[in-house]
């Protein structure tokens, strides 16, 4: 697949610069890393992780173990980060969403905007309506025609309750008039489980973990929440073509790391996780599993992001009225 040359460009020359100038010894470490995701094996998030820790372990000279904790959107992983020492020995590979959207709905325990730092953004995943492959619907409007001829018997499943994933089925049953059921499970794997087996027929997800499943014919994708058709999935119409411009949604896969990580040792991770982000063969695979390759952003101007992120869910949950429930 072919993305602007711009995004892949800038990342490749920093990545270049920066495997002259951080040689395995000038790692900010020299103790086994911990890389913290906050979702089970298989989802978005831990497919970024295993791809980059393999070539940051090779970079720096030290094992990079990926440490999966799911559960309560994202809190129970973040948690153990925030508990471990912090000396930039535990960092966490997670999605922008577990930062800026599940704290609306959840008592989580952290606070996203205070008790992590936003290290460096590494791909972009964004959202697709799919359906089980047994659903008489090829596109969104005739999925809800389908829901509504079959009243009380539909329901959705998410990957975690306050999710985009959660978001996105709301807005759908509100701007439609349907009744479907939300059903959050703790991850993408285990409500995919769901789908491709008919129990639960329609998920938000995200493009990553959904793109080889689709191609496999083991779900139907019939929109993708951008404003733009993805060069992924060319032939799949956006939700705003189809009526839901609201339907603006993706998250960044990056490394954050506890808020009291010295901001030398921060600015080593940074320059570190950059360079194996950027190394051609990561990008490759990150592509080829259904991501787009984020461009380089500071960590201050990431934390903005994040910020204005978590601003703009504050108002849809309060404007959808999206509870857990």
Known sequence: ??????????????????????PAAMAWTDKPVKMV????PGGTMDVVARIVAEQLSADIGQPVIVDNKPGA???????AMNAAPADGNTIMMTAS????????????GFDPLKDVKPVTAIARSYLVLIAAPAVPAKDTKALVSWVKANPGKVSFASYSAGT???????????????????????????????????????????MATTKPLAA??????????????????????????????EMDYSNWVGVIVSAGVPAETMEKINAAVVKASGAAKVRDRLVAA?????????????AASVKAEFDRNAAIVKQFNITLQ
Do not use: W
Not at 172 to 183: E, P, R, Y
Not at 216 to 239: D, E, F
């Open 1 to 22: 697949m072919q993305f602007p040359t711009t995004r892949l460009t800038r990342r490749a020359l920093c990545a270049a610069t920066l495997a002259l100038a951080l």
């Open 37 to 40: 995701v906050p979702a089970p």
């Open 73 to 79: 959107g994202g809190a129970i992983g973040i948690q």
């Open 97 to 108: 969403n577990v930062l800026a959207e599940i704290p609306h709905v959840m008592k989580t």
């Open 164 to 206: 985009v994933s959660h978001y996105a089925g709301m807005i759908l049953n509100q701007k439609s008039g349907l009744d479907m059921q939300h059903v959050p499970f703790a991850g993408s794997p285990p409500a995919l489980q769901q789908v491709m087996g008919g129990q639960i027929p329609v998920m938000f997800d995200g």
């Open 216 to 245: 496999g014919g083991r779900v139907q994708v019939l929109g993708i929440a951008s404003k733009t058709r993805s060069p992924q999935m060319p032939q799949v119409p956006t939700m705003a073509e189809q009526g839901y411009p």
């Open 290 to 302: 259904g991501f787009d390759m984020e461009p380089l952003t500071p960590p201050a101007q990431l």
